[in-house]
């Protein structure tokens, strides 16, 4: 049985929703707001073929793509600096190795996804535990954010590389005839 409003008791049944709101604070109109960090990445990883790290890094490089490349024994792994920049970054990198595609995994919250890239242009998802099972332990130890790049060997970062560098890997790294 409720308290008619006009009843003294009423205010000491109001519920938590009758309370005032802080200074200050306010409810948006839109609960879509509140969610937008979800959809940020925490961490990308764009996937590829490249068997010499370096060679990765320097096309980061005059691509302006910012990573830390790591090497693994099935291809290099460009960590993104800015998880943000996750598409745009394996889209340039799939631009730059046209002849082979690359995988672009993201981490929001605890959600993974995985998605092939191939030419500049998103080819579709792909489960990411098929790309994780067979996948090094490193990979996955990135995407879960237990190491970071700087603490692996051999990693190789496109920042502060001068194109000149840039040039003078990729020459070095391409096959002799």
């Known amino acids: 049985m409720s308290a008619a409003p006009d009843d003294p ?9 009758d309370a005032p709101l802080p200074d200050g604070l306010q409810v948006p109109d ?7 960090d979800e959809d940020v990445p925490t961490v990308a990883l764009v996937l590829t073929q490249v068997a010499v790290p370096a060679a ?18 099935v291809g290099a ?6 998880p943000a920049t996750g598409a745009a970054g394996a889209q340039a990198i799939s ?30 998802t792909v489960p990411p535990g098929l790309v994780l099972s067979d996948s090094p332990a490193a990979l996955e130890d990135l995407l879960l954010g237990s190491v970071r790049p700087a603490e692996l060997e051999g990693v ?17 790294s391409r096959p002799r005839r």
């Open 56 to 73: 990765l890094a320097a096309a980061c490089a005059l691509a302006k793509v910012d990573v830390d490349v790591v090497p693994t024994p």
């Open 95 to 124: 631009q730059l190795l046209r002849a082979v595609p690359v995988v672009l995994m993201e981490r929001r919250e605890e959600q993974i996804s995985a998605t092939r890239w191939a030419e500049g242009a998103a080819q579709g």
């Open 30 to 36: 839109d609960a879509s707001a509140l969610l937008a």
């Open 156 to 172: 190789v970062s496109s920042v502060g590389m001068s194109r000149w560098r840039a040039m003078r890997l990729l020459a070095s």
């Open 77 to 82: 792994v460009a960590v993104l600096r800015d």
């Open 9 to 17: 008791r009423a205010e000491d049944q109001a519920g938590p929703d």
